[in-house]
């Protein structure tokens, strides 16, 4: 299985990014897509969560601005960030797990792309 994320990059506060990650050998019927992220000093932190029921779960901090979506034909999760504010700069991580169980930790991780929202 292959995670690799892109998009990332730098932004002024109130802007937008989109981040993509694409997989490869994965290939399961109920599964769960995450995205992770991680700023300096701080603990890894789930963003958000897609299953493959479609359900969608944000953390409480990214409501309303984030948006996560998956296109199946492409094997491709987008994360959609409207209205960017300095604390989300952060590494941001793909994850993936394959039994469709979303609040366990995922199975598979990407390398991470690098998100800066200046002030």
């Known amino acids: 299985v292959q995670l690799v994320e892109s998009g990332g990059g730098s932004v002024q506060a109130g802007g937008s990014l989109r981040l993509s990650c694409a997989s490869s050998?994965?290939?399961?019927?109920?599964?769960?897509m995450y995205w992770f992220r991680q700023a300096p000093g701080k603990e890894r932190e789930r963003v958000a969560t897609i299953s493959s029921g479609g359900s969608r779960t944000y953390t409480d901090s990214v409501k309303g601005r984030f948006t996560v979506s998956q296109d199946n034909a492409k094997n491709t999760l987008y994360l959609e960030m409207n209205r960017l504010k300095p604390e989300d700069t952060a590494t941001y991580y793909c994850a993936a797990r394959p039994d469709g169980i979303c609040s366990f930790q995922p199975t598979y991780w990407g390398q991470g792309t690098q998100v800066t929202v200046g002030s």
């Open positions: 050998g994965f290939t399961y019927a109920r599964y769960c």
